[in-house]
């Protein structure tokens, strides 16, 4: 049986008792209350002028399982929403853990559309410390850096276009 690690209330264990008397958790047969998702509601911004979603939609949640969180935000661009300047940031439900190094940083993916025509792939990055996430292309050519997206990358955003990213990091 698997290491029990992170119990949670309702989880389904085998228990018994050494031939010393003690008492051994052999490990979970079923799911307690983890995975129950929370809804939040997400700030989308960025490190310039200020953008809006107008009438564009936006979905996030997470779940916890001790301090670690595992969070989910999608959005979908209206024909009101405005893209503003410098690279896009959404807000988390919690502060991440503090890294042992300031070049460490918690990722996770992304996936972007261009109005059903196409489709980008990326990675979440969350600094250590921090509560907002942003997504990087990456590198486009061998010894180029990816880029942060923004109004034009990795494709102009419109009406219809929308985005997924996933994460899992500790909390602080």
């Known amino acids: 049986m698997a290491t029990y690690l992170g ?12 031939g010393g ?35 564009g939609t936006m979905s996030s949640a997470y779940t916890l399982r001790g301090d670690e969180c595992h969070v989910s935000i999608r959005q979908v661009m209206g024909s009101t929403s405005t893209y503003g300047t410098g ?7 919690f502060t991440a853990a503090t890294l042992p190094s300031s070049l460490m940083f918690w990722t996770g993916s992304a996936m972007a559309g261009d109005a059903g025509t196409a489709y980008y792939p990326g ?18 050519a061998t010894g180029s850096s990816g880029t942060e997206w923004n ?3 990795p494709h102009t955003w419109g009406t219809g276009d929308y985005l997924g990213l ?3 990091y500790q909390i602080a």
């Open 123 to 140: 990675v979440a990055r969350l600094f250590s410390g921090s509560n907002l996430v942003m997504c990087i292309n990456p590198a486009s």
């Open 151 to 153: 109004a034009t990358r």
């Open 7 to 18: 119990p949670l209330v309702g989880d389904l264990i085998v228990v018994t008792v050494s």
């Open 87 to 93: 690279q896009f940031r959404w807000s988390l439900p």
């Open 21 to 55: 008397g003690s008492w051994l958790a052999l490990g979970t047969l079923g799911s307690g209350t983890g995975g129950n998702w929370t809804p939040y509601v997400s700030t989308w911004s960025t490190s310039g002028t200020a953008l809006a979603l107008g009438n």
């Open 166 to 168: 996933d994460l899992t």
